[in-house]
């Protein structure tokens, strides 16, 4: 059923390609595991070892306080349609701020959305793939607009106020700073 290898294949990485989503956990050695799930079009496949993706702003900041921490992660993939399969990365990430050069370096990866506060650089170290087959098959619609549009509204002084308040303590009371 499930089996490990080193890197993503070039089946894999079509797969990952057109996922409308996945899923994105980190960790401490004690405190609360993060899990959050990700969409819009905030991912890209850099090479059989390296993927990085858009982290747009949201109501908490656990990924990046976590990566400052214990640099580890692991990034789910699960087929809604198709063939059933689930997918998971294993590695470790960077995070660089959209004050960077390596945001500034990147950035052009993706399609302009506002909300943008950082990029996650993750090295892949393992890959595990198993059936999936428990996973329902489930109709895409179409991705939600909601997050964008307010991030757009909050404009950039606004994006780093909220960002000051929401976003620099983790909920273990780790903090982080926007630099």
Same mark, same amino acid.
């Given at each position: 059923?499930?089996?490990?290898?080193?890197?993503?294949?070039?089946?894999?990485?079509?797969?990952?390609?057109?996922?409308?989503?996945?899923?994105?956990?980190?960790?401490?050695?004690?405190?609360?595991?993060?899990?959050?799930?990700?969409?819009?079009?905030?991912?890209?496949?850099?090479?059989?070892?390296?993927? !990085?993706?858009?982290?747009? +702003?949201?109501? $908490?900041?656990?990924?990046? &306080?976590?990566?400052?921490?214990?640099? %580890?992660?692991? /990034?789910?993939?699960?087929?809604?349609?198709?063939?059933?399969?689930?997918?998971?990365?294993?590695?470790?990430?960077?995070?660089?701020?959209?004050?960077?050069?390596?945001?500034?370096?990147?950035?052009?990866?993706?399609?302009?959305?506002?909300?943008?506060?950082?990029?996650?650089?993750?090295? !892949?170290?393992?890959?595990? +793939?198993?059936? $999936?087959?428990?996973?329902? &098959?489930?109709?895409?619609?179409?991705? %939600?607009?909601? /997050?964008?549009?307010?991030?757009?509204?909050?404009?950039?002084?606004?994006?780093?106020?909220?960002?000051?308040?929401?976003?620099?303590?983790?909920?273990?009371?780790?903090?982080?700073?926007?630099?």
């Amino acid at each position: 059923m499930g089996r490990q290898i080193p890197e993503l294949t070039p089946p894999l990485i079509e797969f990952i390609n057109n996922q409308k989503m996945f899923f994105v956990a980190t960790a401490m050695d004690e405190g609360s595991v993060n899990l959050s799930p990700k969409g819009l079009d905030s991912l890209r496949v850099i090479n059989s070892q390296r993927v !990085i993706w858009l982290n747009l +702003t949201g109501s $908490g900041n656990e990924t990046a &306080i976590h990566l400052e921490h214990k640099n %580890r992660i692991t /990034l789910m993939f699960c087929a809604f349609e198709g063939d059933p399969l689930i997918l998971r990365l294993y590695g470790t990430a960077k995070v660089y701020s959209y004050k960077s050069t390596e945001w500034e370096e990147h950035i052009g990866l993706f399609p302009e959305m506002a909300g943008g506060r950082q990029l996650v650089d993750v090295h !892949i170290e393992k890959v595990q +793939t198993s059936c $999936g087959m428990g996973i329902p &098959i489930m109709e895409y619609q179409h991705q %939600r607009k909601e /997050l964008v549009d307010w991030a757009q509204k909050q404009g950039e002084s606004g994006l780093k106020k909220y960002w000051e308040k929401k976003n620099t303590v983790s909920l273990d009371g780790l903090p982080h700073k926007f630099d």
